[in-house]
């Protein structure tokens, strides 16, 4: 199983960005999917999560701001970043536990930057 993530760059204050993941390889079925990031000195925190059941939930400091939903390509979530500020830099990275060879596993994207400029 492969989790690929993309979407990071650098935006101004107030700009947006969107990520996307999308685990591929032998999988049965993806429980959760997510998005941590870790800044710089901090620990890797959790911002948002989607449920198989389309669940969703929110650090406090994203909640109105970002979204995260399922894309149309299998196996794909996205991230939506609007009013994106300078304490949001951080390196983000990808998170699914699924069900493959019969057992749950969780597994991490590669992580990609995102810089917000004030």
């Known amino acids: 199983v492969l989790l690929q993530a993309s979407g990071g760059g650098l935006v101004q204050a107030g700009g947006s960005l969107r990520l996307s993941c999308t685990a591929s390889?032998?999988?049965?079925?993806?429980?959760?999917m997510s998005w941590y990031r870790q800044a710089p000195g901090r620990q890797r925190e959790l911002v948002a999560k989607i449920t198989r059941g389309d669940s969703t939930n929110y650090a406090d400091s994203v909640k109105g701001r970002f979204t995260i939903s399922r894309d149309n390509a299998p196996n794909t979530v996205s991230l939506q970043m609007n009013s994106l500020k300078p304490e949001d830099t951080a390196v983000y990275y990808c998170?699914?536990?699924?069900?493959?060879?019969?057992?749950?596993?969780?597994?991490w994207g590669q992580g990609t930057l995102v810089t917000v400029s004030s």
């Open positions: 998170n699914t536990d699924l069900i493959t060879s019969g057992r749950t596993y969780i597994y």
């Open positions: 390889g032998r999988i049965f079925s993806i429980n959760t």
